[in-house]
Each structure stands twice: as C-alpha cells, then as structure tokens.
C-alpha cells in the first residue's frame, strides 16, 4: 500500500510555470519508479511523465518540451515543473508509485491521492 500527497497546484495565466510536488510513503521495499497523472472535466486520467530510480523518462506528446519531471529517491518524492502551461492543461493533477511498466497505463492503477488542482486561465 501507498500513501501519496501532491501539493503545488494553483491558478496560473497562460505561458506561466508551476512546480509540483509528490511525497509517495510506503513499507517495504523503496519505490521504483514515480509518475505524474492528470485528470481534466469530463476526461479520462492520463500519464503525464514517469521517471524511474535510474533517471528513465517518459513524458505524453503534448507536455514534451514544457515539462520535466525529477525526483529525490532518498524520500520517495517526485516533482513536476511545468512551463509554458496551456488552457488545456488545466486538471487536477495527481502522483503514483510502482513499477515503470504498470505506471505507464493509468487505468490499472488502483490507489490515489487527493490530487493537487491546476488552472491554466487569463
């Protein structure tokens, strides 16, 4: 079982940046690789980024270039820095913890935080 907060949304315009960040607690062995999740109105949740313990990335086509997540494996934290941040990205965005495989489809994941809210809006 995991425990997940993620903290950092908020209301930002169009073209500016937030920073979010995710604590994933657990017991037993640490947490190999982390992800970031988004859900907007009336859509489905889709992956945003995953990184692993080793530093390996993947990122969904349309935050390519604008975000970049990280993490500090000592404490189980992840972060998302967003850029350049759209009306589209707008949804409350939520962290996981698990294996690179099983993180890449959302739908398979069964345990949630309560998700950090980003608007993008003028």
């Known amino acids: 079982q995991v425990h997940l907060v993620e903290s950092g949304g908020g209301l930002v315009q169009p073209g500016g940046s937030l920073r979010l960040s995710c604590i994933a607690s657990?017991?037993?062995?640490?947490?190999?690789?982390m992800g970031w999740y988004r859900q907007a109105p009336g859509k489905e949740r889709e992956m945003v980024a995953i990184m692993t313990r080793n530093s390996r990335t993947t990122y969904a086509d349309s935050v390519k270039g604008r975000f970049t997540i990280s993490r500090d494996n000592a404490r189980n934290m992840a972060y998302l820095q967003m850029n350049s941040l759209k009306s589209e990205d707008t949804a409350v965005y939520y962290c996981?913890?698990?294996?690179?495989?099983?993180?890449?489809?959302?739908?398979?994941?069964?345990?949630w935080g309560q998700g950090t809210q980003v608007t993008v809006s003028a």
């Open positions: 657990r017991t037993g062995p640490s947490v190999d690789a």
């Open positions: 996981n913890a698990g294996s690179f495989m099983r993180l890449q489809d959302a739908s398979t994941l069964d345990s």
